[in-house]
């Protein structure tokens, strides 16, 4: 009886052991965006491609992703979105229990705008009502994979060069990938710097599934 005890927690066990290192979790929170290849996640990551390869055959043993082939290229994703939910769910109780982690998210966001109160419901029927304008600053591939409700794409690396195509009378909301990404908080700056009224949201794609709310694709 011991040794299945032994034998069902040592395959629970996989699981942490596939998570337990920070770039299968970032490769993780990269493919909560979408499906990408090899090299995209590379990249991303800023890591080799060798090394890349190395930590998703680890998450693939444990059953967290899986990939299909493209022409030349191996294409990798989550196995579902549950996976995704574990990442939310694991940052989430890492944000309440370490306090080094709380110093280090209140380093990115600048809480200075009333809007910053609204919870998420508030925040999609505005938008829904034309009232504030939800900013989509990744990579327009990932827009496509999946993005909030109402929102408008407009990626970091083109923002600066089509500000003009913004309504200056209208509070923007922008977004990335999550509370960890840092292009939102690249995004406001900008935008606060030429005169709009622009917060960040924490929030990616996996945080507003996993709270229940819908995404478009």
């Not at 596939?18 to 990408?36: M, V, W, Y």
């Not at 590379?42 to 043993?61: D, F, G, M, P, Y």
């Not at 977004?175 to 935008?191: E, I, Q, S, T, W």
């Not at 709009?196 to 990616?204: E, N, P, T, V």
Request: overall charge neutral; hydrophobic content about 45%.
């Amino acid at each position: 009886m011991r040794e299945l005890k032994n034998h069902l927690y040592e395959q629970v066990a996989r699981i942490g052991k596939a998570i337990a290192s920070p770039k299968r979790l970032e490769l993780i929170e990269l493919l909560c965006q979408g499906e990408k290849s090899v090299e995209t996640l590379a990249v991303q990551a800023e890591i080799s491609v060798k090394l890349t390869s190395a930590h998703l055959k680890e998450l693939r043993n444990a059953g967290l992703v899986e990939t299909r082939r493209d022409g030349k290229y191996v294409l990798y994703r989550l196995a579902s979105t549950s996976v995704a939910d574990l990442w939310v769910n694991l940052r989430s109780e890492a944000e309440e229990r370490l306090v080094d982690l709380q110093v280090a998210l209140a380093s990115i966001v600048d809480h200075s705008d009333d809007l910053e109160e609204l919870d998420r419901a508030a925040i999609l029927k505005k938008a829904k009502a034309g009232e504030v304008l939800i900013l989509d600053v990744r990579p327009a591939e990932e827009f496509a994979a999946a993005h909030l409700p109402h929102a408008r794409s407009l990626p970091l690396s083109e923002l600066k060069k089509k500000l003009a195509a913004l309504p200056k009378d209208t509070p923007v909301v922008a977004y990335c990938r999550g509370p960890f990404c840092l292009m939102a908080r690249d995004a406001v700056k900008l935008l606060r710097n030429k005169g709009y009224r622009a917060f960040h949201l924490a929030d990616g794609v996996a945080e507003w599934r996993a709270h229940g709310l819908p995404v478009e694709a």
